[in-house]
């Protein structure tokens, strides 16, 4: 009885020892599992976590990629460019006596940049702050003393001093009332004549006011042109022209009496031969020759110095081929030499005598272009559009003075007309080969 109870016993025992190390196993072989698993959680964490590092990363990278970079733009012509504005430029006008370059732009600023300074490695500016609004339009007066500007937000005439500190800088006063608002559409363009006695305003539908100093209407243009795209005061002061939808482009003569008083404003005459709208145009700097470019993809130069007193029309004397669009700008140098055209980022130039394309500049700016002019000695070539202003040599203008005056050496029959000719040739001839020889900015 004992020795089956002991048996019994012992079976029992050993039965729970099995059991004990089958649990005991188990319980092993279950945290072998569970640790594992765990291990499978943290890599897969950690490369999750990674993923998300690498991914948070390439974004960050990837939203300064994004960040709006400066235009950077060159070329062989390229003497300048102009960088002071923290706004787009809208504007450029040369002053008269031919020692500034004024711009402005969306930053409530007018700059004002010395053109000696053009080639210089730094280009320094002085600037007049537009109080409360910001300008779109800039043009100097014809003493280069004083610059009147059109207000965005004013929709008005604001005309700024210029004056010398005892230093020897330079202060710029706005006047102390703007002129009144008469205007109902966007503005154009504005111009005081070279002559001091008149201000323009050119609106987008189809009005043209005529405005004396201190800011009375002297009188109101109607162009009937269904809207206007363009106007601009004659380097002479005599003229307003203006042009839009139809195609042609109309000159008005403003008049005055030999006291200076205002009288009236007369139809002189048209330029007509475009098949569709014009875009713009612009004169020679002694208003005998203008230039036009329309959308029928031609510009066209004119022969202007014409008695249209007694009904004689401008002579058409060049149509060429071109590229433009909406918004397209033309320039004429002062010696009628020269067309540049711009077609939104893009600058051509040509011979104005041929036709000939002579020099193409793409991707001028990152914006369309928003001016186009040349200095007042034809040296220079500038346009705006984005926060930069760029300045051309103006290679076409050497290359076809050097061809003029290879042609009259060739007639000339005085000794000394040929050596003025050739020692004139010799010199530009020079200063053509520094242009292409310098490196571009």
Not at 11 to 32: N, S
Not at 104 to 120: G, P, Q
Not at 234 to 252: I, N
């Amino acid at each position: 009885m004992e020795i089956a109870a002991l048996a019994a016993l012992t079976l029992l025992l050993g039965a729970l020892v099995i059991l004990v190390a089958l649990a005991v196993g188990r319980r092993k072989e279950e945290i072998r599992e569970e640790t594992e698993q765990a291990a499978e959680f943290a890599a897969e964490a950690s490369a999750v976590k990674g993923s998300q590092s690498k991914k948070q990363k390439q974004e960050k990278q990837r939203g300064r990629k994004d960040k709006p970079t400066q235009h950077t733009f060159s070329h062989p012509l390229l003497a300048a460019s102009l960088k002071g504005h923290s706004g787009n430029v809208t504007c450029l006008d040369f002053s008269s006596n031919g020692k500034y370059l004024a711009s402005c732009a969306d930053d409530r600023t007018v700059r004002i940049w010395s053109t000696k300074d053009f080639l210089d490695r730094e280009h320094k500016c002085l600037r007049a702050n537009v109080e409360l609004d910001h300008a779109t339009l800039v043009r100097f007066s014809p003493d280069s003393r004083a610059f009147i500007t059109w207000l965005a937000n004013g929709d008005c005439i604001r005309i700024f001093k210029m004056t010398k500190k005892d230093d020897g800088s330079m202060s710029f006063k706005a006047a102390p009332e703007d002129f009144p608002q008469k205007h109902k559409a966007t503005i154009l363009n504005i111009g005081i004549a070279e002559t001091g006695k008149f201000i323009m305003s050119a609106s987008t539908d189809t009005c043209i006011n005529i405005w004396d100093l201190k800011g009375e209407v002297l009188a109101s243009i109607n162009t009937n042109q269904i809207t206007n795209s363009y106007a601009a005061i004659s380097p002479c002061g005599r003229f307003v022209a203006s042009c839009g939808f139809t195609p042609d482009v109309k000159v008005w003569e403003v008049c005055f009496g030999k006291g200076g008083d205002f009288r009236e404003v007369v139809r002189a005459f048209d330029l007509k031969g475009h098949s569709a709208g014009v875009h713009a145009f612009a004169f020679s700097n002694d208003s005998r020759r203008m230039v036009s470019v329309s959308k029928d993809g031609t510009w066209k130069l004119w022969n202007t110095d014409v008695e249209y007193k007694k009904q004689q029309d401008p002579y058409l004397l060049k149509t060429v081929p071109c590229s433009s669009s909406e918004g397209s700008r033309v320039a004429l140098s002062p010696d009628g030499r020269v067309v540049a055209v711009s077609d939104g980022c893009n600058v051509a130039m040509y011979d104005a005598a041929s036709g000939k394309l002579e020099e193409e500049m793409h991707g001028v700016h990152s914006v369309e272009i928003t001016d186009l002019r040349f200095d007042i000695n034809g040296r220079f070539l500038v346009c705006s559009g984005d926060k930069a202003i760029r300045v051309f040599h103006n290679a076409p203008g050497y290359r076809a003075a050097i061809k003029d005056m290879q042609d009259m050496l060739r007639k000339a029959q005085n000794e000394a007309m040929k050596q003025r000719l050739q020692q004139q040739i010799k010199e530009a001839q020079s200063a053509l080969d520094a242009v292409l020889a310098a490196p571009s900015n």
